[in-house]
């Protein structure tokens, strides 16, 4: 059989052709993009960073979890759009935002609508060279597009866009009408999904009748074993299309019996079926066998570096606890030379603050010797002052209370005589006067209410030498005050110096 593509049917590969033109339209702009993981693109087109792809990469290793562009969609870490982009970039497609691009809506009228959402490919114009221009989700389904070229019987030109706007496209567009029951239905085949399983999962198909192929995928199919699987779906395709049109036909003409060739078509199918699986079989087989000599090599390479890595940490631990015991005895060594110092130095100093004490406690007494010697000397000086002046000011003011008390008392005695004498003289006068000599008597009487202001007054001067002998009497209390006040000084500087001397021992023990 053939390995070429449908004839009449082509898909256009990448770059061929005249590039698309139009509102939304992205063309590929990474070079090697082909070789590199969606999420490496992702990283290069700024959608995500680094830090975030590296996450999503290690989260994808766990057994179970999707790919690290899935893990990024679902987590929120990029939109479908920014997919879809990358995806473009990965197979060298042009990237179209059907928000944007204007459809033309006469392309979907070549194809069926159970076909456009089974391959999840919506027609949405013509390129320049007439190829059909489909917006899909998944560029890596060959299989999809080459039936899609079978179906419309024009070349393809795949490109890529976001999954949602593609199925909020298809409820939109006007297909071709589906066949009646009991004419011809759909082709429905088996979708493969590409190597590096980086694009969205293919719908399966909702109408028709499939034909199920039972046999397990490959684990890691070579290239020649996808050209041989690419070569059987096509053959494949060719035999259900021609199924389906002999069927097609025989429910036209009214005959319901099956034909021979279409019998002999069944039975090439069953026997593409059977070599089909054979053919999987045999690379699941021989992929099961590399997996299994790869992962023998892989736990002896994982023994032997085991191995290597008790014995070098072995070795790092003798190395270390060799040098831990040097370092202690480095250490310890150390220490005892560090406390000798420290001992030297502490003797050193005590013997300094005991001489350093003494000359102060020598200093100190000296002071307080002289200071008490000198306040003696003062106490004594101001007490013979004192006592000296106590004893002047006593005489003067005695001698000056007698001068006055004397003088006092002459002239009192000297003015009651004569006042006495002159009142006598004039009660006489007043017996023998006549009535004319009445101002006399007032007169007398005027001089002896003076005679007693001066008496007053005299009574007036005693008091103040009563004052006079207070005062004196205070003074000598202010003198004894000052006695005891320089007494109780004295005391104080003697508890203070036995305080100082108390001290002196304790602190030459320091």
């Given at each position: ?9 082509p898909i ?17 702009s990474?070079?090697g993009?082909?070789?590199r ?39 929120g870490?990029?939109?479908?759009d ?17 928000a944007e691009f204007?459809v ?19 027609p ?9 221009v ?11 597009l080459?039936?899609i070229?079978?179906m419309t ?9 976001a999954?949602?706007?593609i ?7 006007a297909f ?6 009991g004419?011809s ?10 190597d590096?399983?980086s694009?969205?999962e293919?719908?399966a198909?909702?109408?028709?009748e499939?034909?199920p192929?039972?046999?397990p995928?490959a ?12 070569r059987?779906r ?6 259900l299309?021609a ?8 429910a ?8 021979a060739?279409q ?22 087989h021989a992929a099961?066998?590399?997996?299994r000599a ?5 736990q ?5 570096l ?7 940490l072995?070795q ?7 040098a831990?015991?040097?370092?202690k ?10 406390k ?6 502490l003797?050193a100093?005590r ?23 000198r ?11 004192g006592e ?37 003289a004039a ?5 023998a ?9 007032k ?40 006695a005891?006040v ?14 100082v ?9 320091k």
């Amino acid at each position: 059989m053939s390995t070429e593509p449908v004839v009449g049917a082509p898909i256009a590969a990448p770059g061929s052709g005249s590039p698309l033109s139009g509102a939304g339209v992205t063309a590929p702009s990474l070079s090697g993009a082909s070789s590199r993981f969606l999420s490496d693109i992702l990283v290069e087109l700024g959608f995500v960073t680094k830090a975030h792809a590296d996450e999503a990469v290690q989260t994808a290793r766990t057994p179970g979890q999707p790919t690290p562009e899935k893990v990024l969609l679902s987590s929120g870490g990029i939109s479908e759009d920014q997919l879809a982009r990358a995806l473009a970039e990965r197979y060298g497609l042009e990237h179209i935002d059907l928000a944007e691009f204007p459809v033309d809506a006469s392309a979907a009228g070549l194809l069926r609508k159970t076909a456009a959402k089974r391959y999840l490919a919506a027609p949405v114009g013509f390129a320049d060279d007439g190829a059909l221009v489909l917006a899909v989700a998944d560029p890596g389904d060959a299989l999809g597009l080459s039936d899609i070229a079978v179906m419309t019987k024009l070349a393809v030109r795949p490109a890529v866009a976001a999954r949602s706007q593609i199925v909020k496209l298809l409820e939109t567009l006007a297909f071709m009408e589906e066949p009646a029951p009991g004419e011809s239905r759909s082709v429905s085949t088996v979708i493969v999904p590409p190597d590096d399983a980086s694009a969205g999962e293919a719908p399966a198909a909702d109408t028709g009748e499939p034909v199920p192929v039972d046999a397990p995928a490959a684990a890691a199919p070579d290239e020649a074993t996808e050209r041989e699987l690419a070569r059987l779906r096509e053959e494949l395709a060719l035999a259900l299309v021609a199924r389906d049109q002999a069927r097609a036909e025989a429910a036209s003409t009214g005959e319901h019996a099956e034909s021979a060739a279409q019998r002999e078509r069944e039975e090439a199918l069953e026997a593409l079926r059977a070599e089909h699986e054979r053919v999987l079989a045999t690379s699941e087989h021989a992929a099961e066998e590399a997996l299994r000599a790869e992962r023998a090599s892989a736990q002896q390479a994982l023994a032997a570096l085991r191995a290597n890595h008790d014995e070098a940490l072995a070795q790092l631990r003798s190395e270390h606890e060799s040098a831990m015991a040097e370092l202690k005895a480095a250490h310890e060594e150390g220490l005892e030379s560090i406390k000798s110092a420290h001992e030297e130095e502490l003797a050193a100093e005590r013997a300094r603050r005991v001489e350093e004490v003494e000359a102060e406690r020598a200093r100190t007494a000296a002071a307080i010797d002289g200071e008490r010697e000198r306040a003696d000397k003062e106490l004594e000086a101001l007490r013979k002052r004192g006592e000296v002046a106590l004893e002047e000011e006593q005489v003067r003011h005695e001698q000056a209370l007698a001068d006055e008390q004397a003088r006092h008392e002459a002239a009192l005695a000297e003015e009651r005589a004569r006042l006495e004498a002159d009142l006598d003289a004039a009660r006489e006068s007043a017996a023998a006067a006549s009535p004319q000599d009445g101002d006399r008597v007032k007169q007398l009487e005027r001089e002896l209410a003076e005679a007693r202001d001066q008496i007053e007054l005299t009574a007036d001067a005693d008091r103040r030498a009563e004052a006079a002998r207070a005062a004196l009497s205070a003074l000598r209390d202010e003198s004894e005050r000052q006695a005891q006040v320089h007494a109780l000084t004295e005391r104080e500087l003697k508890a203070e110096l036995e305080k100082v001397r108390a001290e002196l021992p304790e602190a030459s023990h320091k």
